[in-house]
């Protein structure tokens, strides 16, 4: 391995760059004499020496340069530490090798500086080495600091890190989406579990009432105020209608249902076990129905695009799945569209059958509409569509539905063109319809308007370079094929000269011959 020249160490307290005086090899690095140098300041003085120290000039400048290098990306003053201190090389003949921590800041920096290779800790044993010991010593080899300047700088710069790195905006988070459609889930087993066991322990009370009432909510706060059937009379139907939404035929049937019912009676032990049991899944749904609206209020804030496409439960699915909404951005199509049918997609390649035509995505009502022969192709449409939109809703600053609500006017075309024939609208009729309705409503767009406003000389230069391009490519073909001919010929008469030449001796012979005769 080449030796390295210089260390850049990124600290709290700002950029430094060292030269490298003394290396040891990698082999070297084990010897216990080279690991004691490396503990002592001395010794460890002896190998780098500080070229130059650039500190931040505020706390506000050295948050965002870390936020950048957490990225892979070099800030403009490390560019510029590194312009002004490194020698210039062009790299052809030698190169600059620079130890740097990050392997992706290594990569962008050997992008930037042709001259320069770098070399990472992840790497390079001698680079992480070293750096190692400069950290150690950092508050010595560091000029102008005092005793715990690095450490409060670490300590500072660590919770303004963090803090910008937890921060969020309380309007737009995914994660409570995500805790909501589990909770929600979660209260759809325990409500039907609960219910079920009312309705069967109720049942051998007051059967004909499963009969009148199929909702388990109501069924659940009819338990509560019905209680013993032999109570019931002509008075008791406002109190029963009250819990029926003020449906009079109901609350009417049901006391004339319990005057006849085959029933078996219950004790008041009993019956307050069943209420207790009643009131807890009241509870439940009465807390299902608040928390569906919040999750729906929610979906319209973080997603409203891909809410208005697939409808709340399925679009908080989908990102649930995928684990945050950005991420559900970033998947292809293709992924979004078997999201989670991946047991079925597995199987499928390990067996070499038919892979999954959908996974979530079939709880859409556009795939319970479409026909069995054309359901896969709308997965595909619906699923592409749904990308779209999730990328929509999170790369935008200000979300709003209209994308959404175009899509699935396309969505609703093509399934139209699947039954019918008739031609459904084309991608860039439907964007240009959504980019009006937002800016109808005082929406923006970062929209370039010189490309806008030229978008016939954009189409003239590339016809140009178009044109350019295919004239150059017939040139070069002619001339090839120039060269092939003159080659040819060339060739050719090579061998008219090669069979001219035996000819041409043997009548030369003959002549002589003819005057030697002559001669005699």
């Known amino acids: ?164 790195k937890v921060k969020f905006s309380v309007h737009k988070n995914d994660n409570h989406i995500i805790q909501g459609i589990a ?37 659940a706060k009819l338990v509560l105020a019905i209680g013993n059937k032999k109570t019931l009379d002509a008075d008791s139907v406002d109190d029963i209608a009250n819990v029926l939404n003020q449906d009079q035929d109901k609350a009417e049937a049901i006391v004339q249902a319990a005057k006849v019912s085959m029933g078996q009676d219950i004790s008041d032990t009993d019956l307050h076990m069943v209420k207790d049991l009643a009131a807890n899944v009241s509870k439940m749904a009465d807390y299902r129905r608040i928390l569906a609206e919040s999750l729906d209020k929610k979906m319209g804030d973080v997603a409203p695009n891909l809410q208005v496409i697939l409808g709340t439960p399925v679009a908080a699915r989908l990102i649930s799945h995928a684990g945050s909404l950005t991420n559900l951005a970033k998947y292809p199509a293709s992924t979004l569209q078997i999201l989670g049918a991946e047991k079925a997609l597995f199987r499928a390649l390990k067996t070499k059958g038919a892979t999954p035509k959908y996974g979530l995505l079939y709880q859409s009502t556009f795939i319970g509409r479409a026909g069995p022969k054309v359901k896969g192709r709308i997965s595909r449409y619906l699923a592409n569509k749904c990308s779209i939109a999730s990328r929509i809703d999170n790369f935008s600053e200000h979300p709003t ?19 019918s024939g008739t031609k459904p609208m084309k991608n860039t009729e439907a964007m240009d319809k959504a980019i009006k309705a937002v800016l109808d409503e005082g929406g923006d767009f970062d929209i370039d308007n010189e490309e806008i406003a030229h978008p016939v000389a954009n189409k003239e230069e590339k016809a140009d370079k178009k044109e350019k391009k295919e004239k150059k490519k017939d040139k070069e073909k002619k001339e090839k094929k120039d060269k092939k001919d003159k080659k040819r010929k060339s060739l050719a008469a090579e061998d008219t000269e090669m069979v001219d030449a035996p000819a041409a001796d043997a009548e030369h012979k003959k002549k002589k011959k003819r005057k030697s005769t002559s001669a005699e």
Not at 46 to 72: D, Y
Not at 129 to 144: E, Y
Not at 401 to 419: D, I, P, S, T
Request: charged residues 25%; aromatic residues 8%; glycine residues 10%.
């Open 1 to 164: 391995m080449a030796n390295v020249n210089f260390l850049l160490f990124e600290s709290a307290v700002g950029f430094s760059l060292f030269e490298v005086v003394n290396q040891a090899d990698a082999v070297g690095l084990e010897l216990p004499e080279v690991k004691d140098a490396m503990k002592s300041l001395d010794k460890f003085g002896k190998m780098v020496q500080l070229r130059c120290f650039n500190p931040w000039t505020s706390a506000a400048h050295g948050l965002e340069a870390i936020n950048l290098i957490s990225e892979g990306i070099m800030p403009d003053y490390l560019k510029q530490t590194l312009e002004l201190n490194l020698p210039q090389t062009s790299g052809k003949k030698s190169k600059i090798i620079l130890g740097v921590v990050d392997k992706r800041l290594a990569g962008e920096i050997s992008s930037t500086f042709p001259g320069v290779q770098c070399e990472s800790a992840e790497t390079s044993e001698v680079v992480a080495s070293l750096l190692r010991g400069i950290r150690v010593h950092a508050g010595k080899l560091l000029k102008g600091l005092q005793d715990g300047d690095i450490n409060r700088a670490q300590l500072g710069l660590g919770h303004a890190y963090s803090r910008a």
């Open 183 to 219: 909770t929600l889930d979660a209260l759809d087993k325990g409500i039907n579990q609960g219910a079920m066991r009312v309705r069967e322990w109720y049942g051998w009370h007051f059967p004909e009432l499963i009969r009148i009432v199929s909702d388990n909510g109501t069924y």
């Open 401 to 419: 539905k209209r994308f959404g609500e175009v899509m699935r006017e396309q969505l609703e075309q093509r399934l139209e063109w699947y039954a």
